[in-house]
């Protein structure tokens, strides 16, 4: 079973940091990778960013230069660290697998994590 678990949402000024963290088991054993997606309220849900098996990360336009994804595989934990937030990034913010060694293991959820910016 996977559980996906993201603290680290909360509320900050513009310009601030934020770091978001989603573990797994799965991430642990080097099974998966791992995507962001984030939903603004009335608006629909955007891929954030993503890093495969292999540790290669990959980024929306909108976040290139400000967020890094990462892994700590002794952790199980994906991080996603947010610089330079703009009101423009609230929204709850969701991890899921994906790209698994076994299909079984994709696209699970965590129950998500709110971060809001404000200006």
């Known amino acids: 079973q996977i559980q996906l678990v993201e603290p680290g949402g909360g509320s900050v000024q513009a310009g601030e940091s934020l770091k978001l963290s989603c573990t797994s088991p799965?991430?642990?054993?080097?099974?998966?990778?791992a995507e962001w997606y984030r939903q603004a309220e009335g608006k629909q849900r955007e891929w954030v960013s993503s890093i495969d098996r292999g540790d290669t990360p990959t980024y929306a336009d909108s976040v290139t230069g400000r967020f890094t994804i990462s892994k700590d595989k002794a952790k199980g934990t994906v991080l996603l660290v947010m610089n330079s937030l703009k009101p423009e990034d609230t929204a709850m913010y969701s991890c899921?697998?994906?790209?698994?060694?076994?299909?079984?293991?994709?696209?699970?959820w965590g129950q998500g994590t709110q971060v809001t910016v404000s200006s």
């Open positions: 899921r697998t994906f790209g698994c060694l076994y299909i079984s293991d994709n696209n699970y």
């Open positions: 799965r991430f642990t054993s080097n099974r998966c990778g």
